[in-house]
């Protein structure tokens, strides 16, 4: 009877010491993770996925040792909600933050906090651009509302501070300083670095001013788009080069000459963003910086372009900007890869380079995002990890940033919440030949607003999209992005597609019940937006009326 006693203790002892050894075990070989997401870089301007615009090597040696997703999506293409979704892993009317008005609600359930709990040092730096103060996060500096471009303010626990420098290096000087002197070097880690390049108003580094503003870009077939065979919603929407892309606060062009030549300058109230981050310069740069674009506005009053050629002028003047704002974000990726190499920490990080969403670079004659056309909706998604991921892979399975939060969980071995409503990439990461979804839903909130692009919500299979814009209008489109991949003719209601459409209502039903989504739910929501609604009308109002007193006033002068 001893000896069977002995006997069991013992195995029980060893049992215990073995099943200590694999939980030790598993938070050794815990991945670290390193979240990149920056704000409105279009997938275009990634010469992993186009090279026409751009060469971007150090992003493209994470798609080189790892995996390109060439079908990414996200749930609802504007800021703050999208990044609400990254961390909840739910779509906004679940989350509560549907539109950039809303505040996020940092009392529930995200990534982060689920991480910490399972042992991880957390941090974000960065852009945060949701209101609330973050939480789940054992480090944390972020930036107020967007963000300056120079000498950049950022919030942390005991106050604001303000850092010299251009904000992409700054951003990513932070989150190297935490993972090499902050924080538990005896925990893995997940970094959330959020870049707020690319975000308008586009204001370059110092070294990058020159280097592109004498480059030609191609220009998209669609710059010229007259929306033909389109519906009401993209007629109407404010985000057009010509006439809503601002002279002088986005393509640098000052409000005074703006006001000399004759133009009408649409959101003039915009430029004063631009103003600020200028007034932050020191009297060296903004010489430097006149001394770049000075030339440019002399040309352009030497030889004032009217018509398309406007358009053509602003659309390069916007690329140069833009891609200079990038060429920055490249090199702080090589940056962040660099240390990973030299601190020994490459082998057993998983890095994931994403956007908040996709954005226009002139196609459909546009800029900004919200639609849910490719341009708009679709985003960059690359991961690298190291002897887990093949590496030079792609991937053309339908995903949206609602898979990032339950990716990371079950990356680092730890149960995804049963309410988190995307779905675990791990096993495409793994090269499983598998299908997760076969269609993506989608919905947009914020109207009326800036750019006055309509509600709406759709749905979009590897072939088809559908999507319906409501609240101050009842319309459909249906797309066949296989032989439409640019999206230029609306087939909805063409009787050579009515099967397909029916198909696709079915389907779209059958999502918004999945993700409990309804009319009800939206009429509901668009109570509560009844007040902002109203505000936006107003102010709306106030600025029409300020500006055709001012024309009457000029042309009686």
């Known amino acids: 009877m001893k000896f069977i006693l002995y006997l069991f203790l013992t195995i029980s002892l060893v049992g215990c010491s073995l099943q200590s050894k694999k939980e030790q075990g598993?938070?050794?070989?815990?991945?670290?993770?390193?979240?990149?997401?920056?704000?409105?870089?279009?997938?275009?301007?990634?010469?992993?996925?186009?090279?026409?615009?751009?060469?971007?090597?150090?992003?493209?040696?994470?798609?080189?040792?790892?995996?390109?997703?060439?079908?990414?999506?996200?749930?609802?293409?504007?800021?703050?909600?999208?990044?609400?979704?990254?961390?909840?892993?739910?779509?906004?009317?679940?989350?509560?933050?549907?539109?950039?008005?809303?505040v996020f609600d940092s009392a529930q359930v995200t990534y982060p906090k689920i991480l910490q709990k399972n042992g991880y040092q957390t941090a974000i730096v960065g852009k945060w651009h949701l209101k609330s103060e973050p939480t789940g996060f054992d480090y944390w500096q972020v930036l107020p509302g967007q963000g300056h471009y120079y000498k950049p303010v950022f919030r942390t626990p005991e106050g604001k501070i303000t850092e010299e420098g251009y904000v992409t290096d700054v951003t990513t000087d932070k989150s190297i300083?935490?993972?090499?002197?902050?924080?538990?070097?005896?925990?893995?880690?997940?970094?959330?670095?959020?870049?707020?390049?690319?975000?308008?108003?586009?204001?370059?580094?110092?070294?990058?001013?020159?280097?592109?503003?004498?480059?030609?870009?191609?220009?998209?077939?669609?710059?010229?788009?007259?929306?033909?065979?389109?519906?009401?919603?993209?007629?109407?929407?404010?985000?057009?080069?010509?006439?809503?892309?601002?002279?002088?606060?986005?393509?640098?062009?000052?409000?005074?000459?703006?006001?000399k030549?004759?133009?009408?300058?649409?959101?003039?109230?915009?430029?004063?963003?631009?103003?600020?981050?200028?007034?932050?310069?020191?009297?060296?740069?903004l010489a430097k910086w006149d001394s770049t674009y000075q030339p440019i506005i002399d040309k352009f009053i030497e030889n004032t372009p009217e018509g398309d050629e406007l358009t053509r002028w602003k659309f390069q003047r916007y690329m140069q900007d833009y891609l200079a704002c990038i060429k920055s974000v490249d090199e702080n990726v090589g940056r962040v890869l660099d240390y990973l190499d030299e601190s020994g920490l490459a082998e057993n990080t998983l890095v994931i380079y994403t956007s908040d969403q996709g954005f226009y670079l002139g196609e459909h004659g546009w800029f900004d995002k919200r639609f849910m056309y490719e341009e708009s909706f679709r985003t960059p998604l690359i991961v690298r990890w190291p002897n887990q991921i093949d590496a030079g892979t792609t991937n053309s399975e339908l995903v949206q940033n609602l898979d990032f939060a339950p990716t990371?969980?079950?990356?680092?071995?730890?149960?995804?919440?049963?309410?988190?409503?995307?779905?675990?990439?791990?096993?495409?990461?793994?090269?499983?030949?598998?299908?997760?979804?076969?269609?993506?839903?989608?919905?947009?909130?914020?109207?009326?607003?800036?750019?006055?692009?309509?509600?709406?919500?759709?749905?979009?299979?590897?072939?088809?999209?559908l999507i319906h814009f409501y609240y101050d209008i009842d319309e459909w489109e249906l797309y066949d992005l296989e032989t439409d991949p640019k999206e230029m003719n609306n087939v909805y209601g063409n009787p050579d597609y009515a099967d397909?459409?029916?198909?696709?209502?079915?389907?779209?039903?059958?999502?918004?019940?999945?993700?409990?989504?309804?009319?009800?739910?939206?009429?509901?929501?668009?109570?509560?937006?009844?007040?902002?609604?109203?505000?936006?009308?107003?102010?709306?109002?106030?600025?029409?009326?300020?500006?055709?007193?001012?024309?009457?006033?000029?042309?009686?002068?």
């Open 26 to 102: 598993k938070v050794q070989n815990q991945p670290n993770i390193i979240f990149i997401m920056t704000d409105d870089h279009a997938y275009q301007a990634i010469s992993a996925y186009d090279t026409s615009l751009i060469e971007t090597p150090n992003i493209d040696r994470l798609a080189n040792e790892g995996m390109l997703f060439n079908k990414a999506y996200v749930t609802n293409s504007i800021c703050s909600p999208s990044r609400a979704v990254v961390l909840t892993g739910k779509f906004s009317h679940i989350n509560g933050l549907k539109d950039n008005w809303d």
């Open 408 to 465: 990371m969980l079950t990356a680092a071995g730890v149960e995804v919440p049963e309410d988190m409503q995307g779905l675990s990439l791990m096993p495409l990461l793994e090269g499983a030949d598998t299908t997760l979804r076969d269609a993506l839903y989608y919905h947009y909130y914020e109207y009326p607003s800036i750019h006055m692009v309509k509600r709406h919500y759709g749905v979009k299979t590897q072939r088809y999209k």
């Open 261 to 285: 030549l004759g133009f009408k300058e649409f959101m003039k109230w915009y430029g004063g963003a631009y103003k600020n981050n200028l007034s932050r310069l020191t009297s060296e740069e």
């Open 177 to 259: 300083n935490w993972l090499s002197n902050i924080r538990d070097k005896s925990k893995p880690f997940m970094l959330m670095l959020h870049q707020k390049a690319p975000h308008r108003e586009w204001l370059p580094a110092q070294r990058h001013l020159d280097e592109l503003t004498s480059k030609v870009y191609p220009e998209p077939s669609s710059l010229f788009d007259d929306y033909k065979n389109r519906g009401t919603a993209a007629n109407t929407a404010e985000m057009r080069i010509f006439d809503h892309m601002g002279l002088s606060s986005d393509v640098k062009v000052p409000i005074e000459t703006v006001e």
């Open 500 to 557: 397909v459409q029916a198909e696709l209502h079915t389907r779209l039903e059958e999502l918004r019940v999945q993700y409990g989504d309804s009319d009800e739910l939206t009429q509901e929501l668009l109570k509560s937006d009844l007040e902002r609604i109203a505000f936006h009308k107003k102010k709306r109002a106030e600025r029409e009326k300020k500006e055709k007193a001012e024309e009457a006033k000029k042309n009686k002068e």
